[in-house]
């Protein structure tokens, strides 16, 4: 009775009220809910090493989850480069002398995890202009000889409709046509007829039959990666240096990759891209849509650059008269920048030579360009050309070069029509000043960057307009 007494005059003291009603932790209006409050995190982190192409490197502690596209946001962020979404990670295979570009949506520490630890391999950082090209121009990527359709597919199929059919889960188009495959265990090749369908890679016994009776499995995807070959002939022994292979995930060595090799660059692209289509399908669309999302309304497959409402307000105008007038023929416009261009880079050489020799301003516009991003020095043939296809061989990928043939030429290596062609840069001396030159003096310009300018706003002889140049970037 007497501890009852004293809970009842404990209950009959008044409460006090709380200062800070937004404290309590209400089970109806809570303000520090459990999601606002700071999470542990069990996230591990580790260190992964990233190569540039002048082999500087770059050590990154990253979460285990990290994926190839944020590595990259990284690296642009770290060294403050402009995002154009060609930039891409690399794997490199030392020891086989294998290379492939990471997916955007693949975790780099899963891939580190295949690697064997007596094996340098490396992760590089670079440009790949090719990487969703076949979105942007799928008519380059698969020639009509090389693909077919289902038999309950009638009409002629455009290109566009081509790729829906690779994103679709009901119907694959077929790609078919010669390979040289490395026979197992041996060192010889053996040219067959193959054919790429949704169940994997097959080829033919007999010929081309595409009878289901001669038909033999090869490949299939899931559990492998696919590499192209960057030593050609040299390892492998193959026909033509134009080769790719597949390599088991947890592959401990060469003998259990499966070789193939194209006969043309234009064969090869072809199968490794309905490859990747094959095996990522709707993933690499939406690693392509990532860079566009938050642009309502706008489709990359034809979207424009984005401008400035200012930008967008500026018109030609010309000032020669006593009246001024907007130039609005396009041709005009454009032979009128490059005229006021090259005018401007003649002022500049006047001033430069109010405080110059004419022998110092000679020696400067013949070296003026080895300062210049797409100006490689003395790189072989072999060696630009493995430039040019690292960055990937979209219509207007260039460098400059040394000539190895003739050391007072250089070389213009552009890639075009997934091939890469060489121009050489002959120098020109009219009335004791020298001029540089791609079309036997027709078009003469001072020094190579108003050469490179030039060809950058103008085609010319050339077959295409010079659009990305391969740069060896720092880290």
């Known amino acids: 009775n007497r501890r009852k007494k004293k809970d009842d005059n404990i209950l009959a003291i008044p409460s006090i009220p709380n200062p800070f009603p937004e404290l309590c932790c209400s089970p109806f209006a809570s303000v520090l809910s459990a999601s606002l409050l700071p999470k542990a995190t069990s996230r591990k982190k580790q260190v992964i090493k990233v190569y540039s192409e002048d082999d500087t490197s770059r050590a990154l502690e990253v979460p285990s989850d990290i994926t190839a596209r944020d590595v990259c946001q990284l690296l642009i962020l770290k060294n403050h480069y402009i995002d154009d979404h060609?930039?891409?990670?690399?794997?490199?295979?030392?020891?086989?002398?294998?290379?492939?570009?990471?997916?955007?949506?693949?975790?780099v520490m899963e891939v580190q995890s295949n690697w064997v630890m007596e094996e340098e391999n490396?992760?590089?950082?670079?440009?790949?202009?090719?990487?969703?090209?076949?979105?942007?121009?799928?008519?380059?990527?698969?020639?009509?000889?090389?693909?077919?359709?289902?038999?309950?597919?009638?009409?002629?199929?455009?290109h566009s409709g081509t790729l829906q059919m690779f994103l679709s889960s009901s119907t694959y188009p077929e790609i078919h046509g010669y390979l040289h495959a490395k026979e197992q265990g041996k060192k010889s090749w053996k040219k067959l007829y193959f054919l790429l369908r949704r169940s994997g890679l097959y080829f033919s016994t007999k010929g081309t039959s595409k009878e289901p009776r001669h038909l033999q499995f090869f490949c299939e995807f899931s559990n492998s990666d696919m590499y192209m070959s960057l030593t050609g002939k040299k390892i492998s022994g193959a026909p033509t240096n134009y080769g790719f292979c597949f390599k088991p995930n947890k592959s401990g060595g060469t003998r259990d990759l499966k070789q193939l090799c194209a006969d043309d660059e234009q064969s090869r692209t072809c199968w490794m891209t309905a490859i990747r289509l094959l095996k990522y399908g709707m993933q690499l669309y939406q690693n392509y849509m990532?860079?566009?999302?938050?642009?309502?309304?706008?489709?990359?497959?034809?979207?424009t650059p984005m401008r400035s409402?200012?930008?967008?307000?500026?018109?030609?105008?010309?000032?020669?008269?006593?009246?001024?007038?907007?130039?609005?023929?396009p041709t005009e416009a454009l032979s009128v920048a490059v005229e006021e261009g090259l005018a401007w880079r003649r002022r500049g050489c006047l001033r430069l030579n109010s405080h110059g020799s004419p022998i110092a301003m000679s020696n400067m516009g013949m070296s003026i360009h080895r300062a210049q991003s797409w100006f490689h020095h003395k790189i072989s043939r072999e060696e630009a050309q493995r430039l040019i296809l690292q960055h990937?061989?979209?219509?207007?990928?260039?460098?400059?070069?040394?000539?190895?043939?003739?050391?007072?030429?250089?070389?213009?290596?552009l890639s075009h029509g997934l091939k890469i062609k060489h121009f050489q840069i002959v120098p020109l001396e009219d009335d004791g000043k020298l001029f540089y030159t791609l079309d036997d003096g027709h078009t003469r310009f001072t020094d190579l960057i108003q050469l490179v300018e030039f060809y950058q706003l103008n085609k010319g002889v050339l077959p295409c307009k010079l659009k990305h140049y391969c740069a060896r970037i720092a880290l």
């Not at 060609?86 to 975790?107: K, M, N, P, V, Y």
């Not at 202009?129 to 002629?156: C, G, Q, R």
């Open 122 to 158: 490396k992760l590089y950082f670079r440009k790949n202009y090719a990487k969703y090209e076949f979105f942007k121009n799928p008519l380059s990527f698969f020639p009509d000889h090389m693909i077919s359709f289902p038999t309950e597919t009638n009409a002629a199929v455009s």
């Open 290 to 303: 990532q860079p566009y999302q938050g642009r309502s309304g706008c489709s990359p497959l034809n979207l």
């Open 86 to 107: 060609s930039w891409t990670l690399f794997e490199q295979l030392t020891h086989t002398g294998l290379g492939r570009a990471i997916e955007d949506h693949e975790l």
């Open 392 to 413: 990937g061989l979209v219509d207007g990928v260039f460098l400059v070069r040394d000539s190895q043939s003739n050391p007072k030429t250089f070389v213009l290596s």
């Open 309 to 329: 409402i200012s930008e967008n307000s500026l018109v030609a105008m010309d000032f020669s008269g006593h009246r001024s007038r907007i130039i609005e023929n």
